[in-house]
Every structure is written in C-alpha cells, then in structure tokens.
C-alpha cells in the first residue's frame, strides 16, 4: 500500500513515452534494427564475438531478419567472458574499439567468482545512464527530488550508473561514499533527501541505525526507495519490513554489471517491467533451451557497443506476467520479479531452495534482524542451520516460531538459533547470508 508521503506522487511517468507505449510489433521492428547498426562494427571489430558468430554462420547484420533470427545465434555465458579475460589479460577481446576509446572502468561483485572488468566508451555510458533514468523516472522521479545513494562507490558499477541517471533527469544528487552508516543517517535529515537509493540489505541495516541513534528517517521527506543491487526489495516480506521503516514505498529494480540496468518498476508496482527499448530478452526453458513463460532470462543489450553481450544467461530465474501493465507501457513485465539464481539455488535433502524464498520467510517476523544460513553435510544427510538476531520479543521462543515456518513452507526441519544482536555481518552491498560448508568438504 502506498505510504501517505508517497501518495502525492503522479502516478506513470515515463521517460521516452514514444517509445514505451508504442505496441509490441512497431516496438520490435526497432529492437530489430537497433541490433541490425550494432552488429556491423562488431561483425568488423571485435575478436571475441566476430569469432563466436563467425563459427555459427553469421556473416552480415542482414542475415537476421526477425528476431526470430537471433535464436539461430549462440548463447553467451558469463563463463565464458571470465575465461576470456585469463586468457586475454586483463580485458579480453570483447572489445569492439582500440583501448583509448574507453573511459570508464567498472567490475563485478566477485560474489559467483572472479571479477569480470567491464569497460564502456562515453556512447556506452551515456546509454547506461539512459537506462537509470527509466528506473527512476517508472519510480516517479523527477528533476525536483534529492536523491541519496548510499554507496561506498567503489569499482562496482551499480550506483555510479544511478547517480549518471539522476543527472540525466535533473535531480539532485548526494553521493554517500566515505560515510559511516551513522553520518548517511544525518545527512538524510540534513539534505533533506527524497529519494534513497541502496540495497535492500542496507536500507534496512541504514534503518536500524537510524533507530539507535534516535533519528527519525520514518519522518523525513524521503517518500520513495529504490533498491538494486540484489533481489530483496521484490520479496514481499523484505519490501514491506523497508517501506514500514522508512514510511516510504519501495522500488525494485534489476541489472547486472556486464549486461546494464534491465529492469525497473513503475508505479502501479504490479510486476518488474522489462526495458525493452534498450534490450531484447528472452525466456527459455533451462532444460530444453526453447521459449518459455517461465524459465531462465537472457539478454541481448543494444546501446554498449564497445563491450556487448549477445544473447547472455544471465542465470536469472523468472516468469512473464500474462497480462498488459496498468501503466500503458508496452514493455513486457516479471511476475514477482527475480524469483532466484540458478546459481544461488540449494539443494538440501532433494529440495531446491532459493535463498530469496528464505529470506522472503525470515522478513515475516519484525522481532528478527540481520540472518545467517548454513548448509553442512552430516553423515549421509544434509543439515540446514540458521542463525537469527532477536530485537524484541522472548529469543527462544522467536527462534522456533521462524523454525516452524520454515518447515510448513519448505518442508524442511531447520535448527533456528537466536544469537545476540549486532553480531553477524552488516553488508553495504550485496549480502553474502548462505553458506554451503558441502562445498568446502
């Protein structure tokens, strides 16, 4: 439900309203040919793809006629990418132009391996803040908020894409980096900030300080979140614990270093939209590789000519909404978001467990904090051990209420154990809470 300080916001705005209301045969006549201008320097240029399309057939942008056709080309894995980097220190041969072209430098978390280096010329960066300002004008942003990002702005790209988007808008906007939680706290107070952006992990950890240190951020002028960086703030539990502490709602949005700023909500917060304008996405079965409503998302980006991906996993478990958006966009939607990571997924006595449907448990008791999971192998079962921070309420007795709910909705016996608060990990970032001690056997 919208929060009384957000209720003022005019709902569906749009960045490009031509092109995000402009129906789905006009709207792929121009991904179409946006891939079609991109494909030549790349076909003339770039090592790593000239090589890759070269071994399927691929010879001229004109050979893809629909984009039926780009299902004849390869997938690219993020493996891949990694691999080619070793072998082509430090950059690969994803590079569609000289070196010297490039002006920016960013890298992934390093949460699932190596870190791949990303580069982007002033064109590719430009369409990354393009991207940005989708996701924060679909939240309702605009030129007269004051945006915080509360973000160490280190060599990650998420929130240095954003502050370019907020730029692009008009906004107002107030790097965090080289605060303590406590000063980003203030300095919401004191800049009088509308709109934060951060994780979902660290919207809820900036709040709990906020508590401690007696400062009222529920009564600030911050009436809108917007959270990226992981999956949380699509979890309903997860959204709804951010938006009571902040009195503010909340927006998910999604991307990823090596691809760009994918997804984004809008205002009618019925769905996570696909920006279609700057990508094409497909779904496909995991097992088959064929189409599918459900299935894992891969992505073509259209505007970062100098370092693409084509036809990308991106190991993202999802499912399209059936239905058109209220909003009027044209832009297909994801029911419930991210539902999880391929990679992430647990497998504990033969059930898949996402770690996004634990958390999404865990968020339902306002009694608990920050979490911690483990997986061991215990003789020839497999055990699942979690640890929870208590704020209120009889520790114990929160501990089994969690356990409980975590085996009527998993079906699986869980040992809870409450451990005093302040004692696991804080995250600025992405969350590291899931360990699997199997793998380190």
Avoid at 25 to 35: D, F, S, T, V
Avoid at 405 to 429: I, K
Wanted: charged share 25%.
């Amino acid at each position: 439900m919208p929060t009384p300080k957000a209720e003022s916001r005019v709902k569906t705005r749009y960045l490009d309203p031509f092109i995000e209301t402009l129906g789905r045969e006009a709207l792929e006549q121009i991904q179409l040919r946006k891939l079609q201008l991109m494909l030549e320097p790349i076909l003339e240029s770039n090592a790593f793809y000239r090589k890759k399309l070269g071994e399927a057939g691929l010879r001229s942008p004109d050979e893809i006629r629909t984009l039926d056709d780009l299902r004849h080309l390869p997938l690219t894995s993020k493996q891949e990418l990694s691999k080619d980097q070793r072998d082509n220190e430090p950059y690969g041969t994803n590079l569609t132009f000289e070196r010297d072209t490039y002006t920016k430098i960013h890298q992934t978390s390093g949460t699932t391996g190596e870190p791949l280096r990303c580069l982007d010329t002033e064109e590719s960066w430009a369409w990354w803040a393009r991207c940005w300002a989708t996701v924060l004008t679909g939240a309702g942003v605009t030129s007269r908020d004051r945006i915080f990002f509360a973000f160490s702005f280190g060599p990650f790209i998420g929130f240095w894409a954003g502050y370019q988007g907020a730029q692009r808008i008009g906004a107002l906007s107030i790097p965090g980096g080289g605060m303590s939680s406590y000063q980003r706290a203030k300095a919401i107070l004191t800049y009088d900030i509308s709109v934060l952006v951060c994780t979902p992990t660290y919207a809820l950890h900036l709040a709990e300080v906020a508590e401690q240190e007696n400062i009222d951020i529920a009564n600030s002028n911050v009436n809108v979140t917007i959270q990226a960086g992981e999956p949380g703030a699509g979890l309903p539990a997860t959204r709804q614990r951010i938006e009571t502490a902040w009195n503010a709602r909340t927006y998910d949005h999604a991307g990823a270093t090596e691809v760009g700023a994918w997804g984004f909500e809008c205002q009618c917060q019925s769905g996570l939209h696909l920006n279609e304008g700057e990508f094409i996405f497909e779904v496909l079965d995991p097992q088959t590789g064929e189409p599918a409503e459900e299935g894992e998302l891969v992505v073509t980006n259209l505007g970062r000519v100098g370092m693409p991906v084509l036809r990308y996993r991106t190991g993202d478990r999802v499912k399209i909404h059936p239905d058109e958006c209220p909003c009027g966009r044209s832009f297909r939607r994801l029911d419930g978001g991210v539902i999880g990571r391929a990679d992430d997924v647990l497998i504990v006595r033969g059930i898949n467990v996402f770690p996004s449907s634990i958390e999404n448990i865990v968020r339902r008791f306002p009694e608990v904090g920050e979490f911690a999971v483990d997986v061991y192998r215990k003789g020839n079962l497999d055990d699942m051990e979690m640890r929870v921070e208590i704020s209120k309420g009889e520790p114990g007795e929160v501990a089994a209420a969690v356990s409980k709910e975590m085996r009527n909705a998993l079906g699986l016996r869980v040992r809870v154990e409450p451990v005093p608060f302040g004692t696991l990990p804080r995250f600025d970032l992405k969350a590291r809470r899931f360990k699997d001690h199997r793998n380190l056997e």
